[in-house]
């Protein structure tokens, strides 16, 4: 990505000029012109660079420009050699010189031109960028690019040459699926953001890149679709990540520390991905995506705590299945916060609640055990914790033998040696395994976190304490934000039609619109309603269909269900928060569903905003692998189509 | 971050359900008539209903004011501060009441060893932090617990009935004293407690100020919670009977606890003590916050500090009554000769003598009114105008950076 | 120094309230300790309680304590040949006076919430049983679910008692009345938030069901004693006792209680045996499910009339007269004879409910709930007065729905074909 390349209009008064801003990187605060002297170019770039090993110069010639000494610099580690030798060198060597222009005006004249000449015409990268300052040039060298200095000019130019090693497209490490796409992010962003342009070919998803970061500059991309995003999560986005002042940013991880709503919170507001195609169906619903280089984790934004819980494969899958899954994931959560503390709440405070016959059982289980139920807890979950970190760094020569040490010494042993209770162990293993279920490792963690407080509260107070830190918890994700999005919708505040897929999934078809809450107005997403193939059975020997699921049409009535002509965007009283009247801008208060600059209410045909979006969503399930082609743009949808807001 | 915006008219609908529920099943409403409670309490709801409409006209006259905004309209500046005030503090009292129930019923059923202060702290603390967090919070907070409350309470139903529990023969013989009995405890000991005390709605509906669908969900709602406390008490009467239903001082978890199915579901009646806390949160946080906001809207005291204030007012006020007993007979003989006042004859009053002119001054009052929800709480931000205040100046620079750039 | 946060700085103030707001939370759930706590092997976790009183009238409370290790095959001491419980007694003029006396002889915590039945002496239940139930009402651990009866000698002998495959014979006596509730029809389990029901009803009588030791041999109250193939002694459920304003007033058999039983409908499923045609000895047997108990109060004249109906259907299991049954015109008289049978347990329950002056019926709550004024005319001393002078009608109907897996009668078959020889 030739982000060196400054934007037009901009700062073009940036080279060279040092004006009032501040250089592109941020963080140069000088501007030197480079001489006239080669030699004297490379020895400053050299010093710059303190005499580094991969700093790289190749004195050359060439005939286009006959008795003048070139020079190329580079960055060995970071650069394409090949493409350097093809694209600059060889075209240098057997470049011919212009006769014409040769020798006429003044040297000044002529080594501009012949300078342009080289930059523009012979020399074959892609991307050439003159240079005219110091420390232009060496953001071009620490950028990956190739610097080539022409003695007797003070202009030098920059070609993209960045290459060097990256790691090979594999399968992600950390989020895998049975079913579905098989790629994952890798460090280099460029190739990231080539996935998903792979997936969402649309000139709609634009990507914005900046660096962040004094001493890294690592590049970051900022993507969105924009016939689909809200433009206040935009805006937001690009302010919050403009605000960053940090050494360097090392993983994306960096980033969501500095974007994310809340820092004193248990709960992540970010999602990150390493997934193309689960960022992919995260921008087609109206999110923001942010990628770093270096790092194969994308960031997506905002989310909601139902996310958390939503895999990509719960959409390649079965709509039955997945909703299976994904109400046992959110039971698994449950279970994985609560059930030590249930367990020590129970034989602790509350035994009456057992079966008379396990209560035996028990009470013969801790009879000689020397701790009370929720030291044994605490001990038990510290060790579990301790043995999950040992795994994540053990060498993989070992770890086998480091599990069978963990599972047998420390579990069945600790029992049989009297130390704990076995029904202890049981529960430690059992919580341990809900807490993988979790697709995010983010709230996966929060939950490991959590587990401790409920423990002790339940020590303290029984069931009374289970639920107190229950009740505080929901609370403190009630007023938790992300993006300005509230962390429990849809379920509070109710976004109308988000029910179908939030705890379970319903099938497709049957969600013709797309999410209220991220997205600008709601286009529909699937025209239609069951798809032809489920309509008509095959004739005669099969039964005859059930009533209800023939048209389409009906379906999508049935999909919306409202408002005839009452617009789109959501209705006072739909669930969301509207300024009542406020009549100017986004008032988002609750984050939901308000038309940007719209006004009082909605204007369905009103043309501008609604529409533009409005052709793209008919394109049947667009980048999810469904029809190649591309539906024609539309920018007529018919009226009573786009009132269909709930989703 | 405060917000701003809207409850919708669902929120409101399921705030009201779970207040009117809160800790009603805790006791055996109109146990004084016998088998005949749930008619008793049939009749409170219909005055209930009664006294709902009059709060609904009042408020239509000033959509966006609270109560204490009415009382100004009504009875003029002065006296509408102290009338705002005085229920302000009636509905911290409430609040406090019911803190006092938690730590009882704590103290009986759950935990009898852990000291009361203790618990009544808990539960105070955790009202605090709900107020802290503001009114939409409060909502969702509301909405969140809705289908726990709601699917806990049908299980337990469900349960009872399926451990064939349930006699409806123990409801006979109706009417066996006649219908005084009936009547005398149902006005006004049942529409004080628990039926008029949707005044808290006052206070709450400016929010959904300029929704038409509120109306019509309050309206909804209440019948849908009436239906739902005479459906619980009468089941519960039918498990137990009138006599021992008057013996007891915790009927419902008496019926639970005897629910005994396949040898291993029992004592559930440690469940529904939960279901009570949380039902007890709810009106507990809910009288704390209308008090904040009444505090606010008739003297103009900022809400995190209201709450500061009544926070700790409210956790010493529980500790005012030595004993249970004082407790429970406080309840019962003193605060429904008091709350009637609040709760039935002053909006009677204001019904009948603001008859037109309110509603004209409200709206001259409308524009410049400083209590027009429309505005923003206190220091409003929403979440995207620039919050990059403290470190704006040069980092403006760099958003230059992030402006599109075209990929070459 | 700006700070680095991407977002706009907390403000100092919003930071200091909510870590204080924090540190409150965690000092107070700190402060809070453990009060309540109570670890699992700091109970006595009792199974059954039998209630005796002394000459001097001071209540004496026998308590059969678990041992979990000797039940359980976990925990540290497997296999031991210790005694499952370990009955022990207190004395106290109060029921919880009583319990507090335990702490001087015990060294854990009476945990009554898993108690399973509360045994009764005789004694004791003439004396009158109102402590003991107002003591259940009001205290939160013990259960109301507990099932109550009523021993002739003391309690704390069936207390001692093991019972076979039971470990814990709490438990275990339990499961008798449950599984006699169920499969017997002779008897009901009466818990005592029933029994503290009818006592407060209209009627104040209510009837439990008596156990004790039967048998010649000595009782099985120790390990060595259950190791034999036989044991001497039993615990059985025999005869019901009846209450009558909260002090027993007397017994009644087991064939009345029977009739009790179908009367009011309580029956699942029983065996009834009866003779053939002119015979006395009931060598048939068919098990009936009730279908209906159902007692109807009918007014005649200024008295009342109690009308029982009661119907079953079921499968005959023994039959050992002659007939043909191929045929359905023959079930009828066999079925007439068992409705005959049952008829005479019911009349029989009547008569001896009505000779105690006992209501055991709860006929005086039907008058209550259907016909109020008139009940509330004669409801004074409805047991000694008004109910031993009404009369009843007692109506069966007994269908036979199955005749097992033979057609014919195995005995008949062969003195059919002794005669044809």
Known sequence: MFAFKQSKGKSAGNKGSGGPKPPPLGRRVTSTPLSVSLAANAHAIRTQFGESSDLRLRITASPAAPGIKLAILYLQGIVDETSIREDILDKLQFAHADEETHGRGSKERQMQTLVHRLRTEIITAPLTEPVTTLERALDALLLGCCLVLVDGSSEAFATDAAGGAVRAVTEPTSQTVIRGPQQGFTESLETNIGQIRRIIRSEQMIVETQRIGRQTCTQVALIYMKNTVRMEFVEEARSRLAAIDIDGIIDSGYIEEFIQDKTFTLFPTVIHSERPDQVSAYLLEGHIAIISDGSPFGLIAPVTFFRFFQSPEDYYQRFDIASFLRMLRMSAFLLTIHLPALYIAITTFHQEMMPTNLLITLSAQREGIPLPALAEAL????????????????????????????????????????????????????????????????????????????????????????????????????????????????????????????????????????????????RKRVAGGKPKSQQQEAPQSLPPELPGQQQPSSMQGSGQGQQPGSGQGQQPGSGQSQQPGSGQGQQPGGGQGQQPGSGQGQQPGSGQGQQTGGGQSQQPGSGQGQLPQVAPVDHKRQPNEQRGEQQ | MKETGNISAGQLAIFLFMFSIGSTPMFQLGIKAGQDSWIALCLAAVAGFGMLWVYRTLQNRAPEEDIAGLYKLHFGKIAGTVLGLGLSILLAYESMRNVRDFGELTSSTLLPQTPMWCVMLLITAIAYYTVSKGVFTFFRITQILFPMLLGSYTLMMFLLLVSGLIDYKQLRPVLENGYEPVLKTAFPDLLSFPFSQVVVLLVYWKYTAGNNKAGVATYSSYIAVSIFLVAVNAVIMMVLGPAVASIKAFPTLEAVELIRLFNFIERLDILVTLLLYIGLYIKIAGMYFSAVLLLRSACGVPVQVAALIYGPIIYAMSFMEPTNTFHLWAGLEVSVKFTPIYHIAIPLIMLLIGFKWVKRKAERQKPSGPQAPTQPQASTQTQFQPQTQPQSQSQSQPQSQAQPQPQS | MKRSYAKGTMSEWSLLRRSLAALLLLLLLGVAGCWDRQELNELGIISATGIDITDSGRWKLSYQLVIPNAISSQGAYVGSSASPVNVFTTEGDSFRGAVNKATQEMSRRLYFSHNQIVIVGEKAARKGIAPLIEAYMRNGDSRETVAIFVTEGTARKVLEQLLPLEKISGAGINRLIGLEEKYGGNFRAMTMFELGQSMLGPVHVGGVAGIGLRGNGDPVDSVDAAKATHTGTKVRLQKVAIFKENRMIGWMTSHESRGILWAKGW???????????????????????????????????????????????????????????????????????????????????????????????????????????????????????????????????????????????????????????
Request: charged letters at 20%.
């Open chain 3, 267 to 421: 029956v699942k499923e029983t065996s009834v045996s009866f003779a053939c045609e002119g015979e006395r000895l009931k060598r048939n047997s068919i098990r009936i499910r009730q279908k209906k108990g159902k007692i109807t109060p009918i007014k005649q004249g200024s008295s009342w009339l109690m009308r029982v109906e009661v119907s079953g259907e079921g499968a005959l299991m023994e039959y050992n007269c002659p007939g043909d049954m191929s045929k359905p015109g023959n079930l009828r008289p066999i079925a007439e004879r068992i409705e005959q049978e049952l008829k005479d347990d019911i009349e029989d329950s009547i008569r001896g409910a009505q000779s105690l002056h006992a209501d055991i019926f709860g006929f005086g709550n039907l008058l209550l709930k259907q016909h109020t004024r008139e009940w509330k005319k004669i409801h004074k001393n409805w047991n000694e007065q008004g109910f031993p002078k009404i009369e009843s009608e007692v109506i069966v109907k007994v269908k036979i729905n199955k005749t097992g897996r033979s057609v014919n009668s195995y005995n008949n078959t062969i003195k059919e074909m002794h005669d044809k020889e």
């Open chain 1, 379 to 522: 001990l038990m979950e510290l060790i579990f914790e301790v043995l999950r970190e040992a795994g994540v760094r053990m060498p993989r020569a070992i770890g086998a033998a480091i599990s069978v040490v963990g599972a047998l010494v420390i579990g069945t042993a600790s029992v049989q040696a009297g130390l704990v209770s076995a029904a202890m162990v049981i529960i430690v293993a059992l919580t341990a395994m809900s807490s993988f279920v979790a697709p995010q490792l983010n709230i996966a963690n929060s939950a490991r976190l959590m587990r401790f407080l409920f423990m002790i509260s339940a020590g303290m107070l029984g069931f009374v304490g289970i639920i107190s830190l229950d009740l505080i918890f929901i609370i403190h994700l009630a007023g938790l934000h992300s993006f300005g999005i509230p962390y429990l919708a849809p379920m509070a505040p109710w976004v109308k039609g988000s029910w179908r897929d939030t705890i379970f999934r319903m099938p497709r078809w049957a969600m013709p619109l797309r999410p209220a809450m991220t997205h600008r107005g709601a």
